[in-house]
């Protein structure tokens, strides 16, 4: 089935006769009679799954339902042949255009039935003139006094302004998600347990340390639940009141991407912190037996071993608060983590669809939560660990953990001396302490980079080279940086030509070069792919392969004991697949069309339907709509 | 003649016989005695398999397999190239389907895991899984046998694999019943065994098995 979704604007004004919709084609349009009272957005026709032209005129009587948020199927199943099915971006998704009383009727029939939220506006030649809308929802009470009561807590004066404003936002977030996407309500409420335990007294941090992490908490996350709420919620009912700060989308706004990108990081999140990858490495130290990992050959049958795959874990505590982490779209963030929040850009709402903006990015940010958890359990960060890690090098490992630990002391001593010319290094605790808190954010980027190669782009060096080098040239201003995403690729490439001895480096430089060259061919990639094929040859490479070559260990450690096949069977399973076709990773979803949305892992879809460099606003919606709706078990469906 | 086509759900309305027979080109051949199976003929203005334009009136006429579950809520459609139903279902007769039914999808994986865990009537003939656990260097695998659950290997590994196809044969003889694939896409060979099929049928319903 071909796709072909036709984009439309619809624009509110206020005119003299009371308030106006109708249909224009193009922001132009739209521009050419705003006024201070004029909300648009953007609405599709899709095409594909429907019968017969839409008309663009509202002349004389006409109803136009909004329904939402709910996968647009039965309503172009039901209605598709009578009506024009409208698909919009905000919560209310669906818009059903009739001169018809009795169609209307119906649909407004039907989503009472389906317990669906709607809005009919009853229009005379585009002048709104009765708007029916649906009864809103029984409320829980019990959230108001959770989040009463952690309001009154005491705390420093000058951070109460924040604490007020975290309440506020929340409980309008709870509020809000209640009527219009309930599931997302758990999830915000998730919030509120973390804040308690951080403004309540810490008897091991002094008054400014805590004061510190409290506003670090509060400014982090306010910023975060703010947007998500605005964008999520503006354009619910009643539509006419709920202005969307994304100008072109202030009619509708943009719930339905809001919703996808939730959906999407709540089952990366899921999937990944059920491996308890961190545990895993952890428990290594029940391997006992002296084990010098740096005295293995490059081929030892060992680092093949699925160690923490056959770690067996006691069942996770149940009653351990659940971790938040709150999406929103930022045209300033971008892709970006923070402990509790995760950002993706604002035009990746409209571009979603191609390799510079997609959604796939995510996973670097997801992959580095994991790998700050495995690094507490391997990187010495307190003075005690110092020094027991200066101990270590010392003496005999009693463990595999042990090993590990020593080995990647081992391995960033040897970045060190590459980077500073020395013989040797590591004389002194104080030096060591200096060292590893040079190198940690270094060493993280490492390992996130191969963590995420093997685990989410399934070690497909073609997919992940010009993946992640078509995203970042789109990053403005980064070419100083050049050398070390040069290094960072080599590196998770290195980590599938571990196994040939002195030939790894040059077999990873070799598939980092032929995909570059790849890119550049088709021009997707601009200057810094120039660049990086610099750093591929001649002298270039001679310092880049040194770096390389420094790094092994930290690549191995990624291999052997961060990546697991059966923690990666279980993250990548995908069970909505039909075949075993290479094309779509075996999904028989047909872009386009919206009658058939339905996957169960949706990282695994965003990377097998993200493709090339046009950013399509039709195809990022269509894609956004199977993120949002794509599990539509009746379980989840937001009603 | 292998029968191929798909399992749909009602979107609402239960469906009955005397709703298909009114279906422009569709004609009830007869009831197969013993079953909830029946025979249509399809009669098509323009050829659904590819097939050359041999016809001199132009008609083309294909036969098909239906099955009404006993609450209407379920229809499934078969004839002799899946193409062809779904050209039936998806293009000649979409004015009448599409409001009316949707495909169903058939959790293939949680079928044969659960052969496993309570082994019963059927028995596993084949299996085509997709794989995540090896990157790009091993993503399908397909297993044949009398029964494959049965085997160490299979069942010890089951987590490494997606399970997306699944032939089901009866636990006492060796003769494959049908094949099911998680897009609710389902076939079987001659009109023998269609007691058997709706054995297989009903156990995917009665443990919920359909998506």
Known sequence: MTSHIAEILLVLDRVPQGRRIRFVDGIDQAVSAWTQATRVSPVFAPHSSVDHSYTLSLEGPHHLTFVGPYPPEDLIALWGSRADIWLSLGVFNNLVRTADDAVAAEVVEWAK??????????????????IEQAAPRATASGWRRVIATTSRRRIRRGLAPLLNEYAALLSSGVARAEQTVPTMVDDLLAADPLVRSVIAHDPELTVEEQSHEIYDLLVTLNAALSRLTSQTFSGASPITETECHFWTHSLLGTGIANIGLWKLCARLQFVLGRERIPERLSALANYEGEIKLENLDDNDPFWNLDRIGEVELTPPDTKEVMVPLVP????????KTTLHTISAPLVAIEACNSKQWTLETLTHELSHIVIRGALG?????????????????????RNLLESIRRYLLMTICFMEQDRENLERVFDTPDYLQQMLVDWHAEV???????????????????????????????????????????????????????EYADEMEERARKDVERYLRRLNKGKRAGRYVNDALSYLSGSKWEAVYKQLVARRGLVRIAKAFLFSEKCSARIRAEYQVSSGNPEHEGYNLARGDFTRLRIDNPIRFVGSYTSGTAASHEASLWMLYVLAFGDHRKADRER | MIYSGFVLRSRGVPLDRQTLTTVPGLSLEKAIAGTRWDRYRFGSLRPLRDEAQLETDGHHTYPLLARLSSDGGRLVVLGPDFNIVRSVIEGELRPFFRPRVARESIAVHRLVQHIIDEPGPFAISFVHARTAAFGESLKSVSFYGNDVSHANFFRANLELFACFAVGLRDSSHHAEILRLRQDGRISFIGTEKLRDVDRVLHFLHDRGFYE
């Open chain 1, 113 to 130: 039935e389906h317990g669906l939220l709607f809005e009919r506006w009853t229009t005379q030649s585009g002048i709104i003139e009765h």
């Open chain 1, 328 to 335: 929103y779209f930022s045209g300033r963030d971008g892709f």
């Open chain 1, 377 to 397: 359990e391997i990187y010495p960060t307190t003075m005690q660990d110092i020094e027991s890690a200066y101990a270590t090098m010392r003496v005999e490992p």
């Open chain 1, 444 to 498: 993280e980027e490492i390992l996130t980079h191969v963590f995420d190669f093997q685990y989410f782009y399934g070690a497909n060096a073609r997919r992940y080279v010009e993946g992640i080098w078509t995203s970042w040239s789109v990053i403005p201003n980064i070419g100083m940086r050049v050398p070390e995403y040069v290094v960072r690729t080599l590196c998770a490439v290195l980590s599938n030509h571990l």
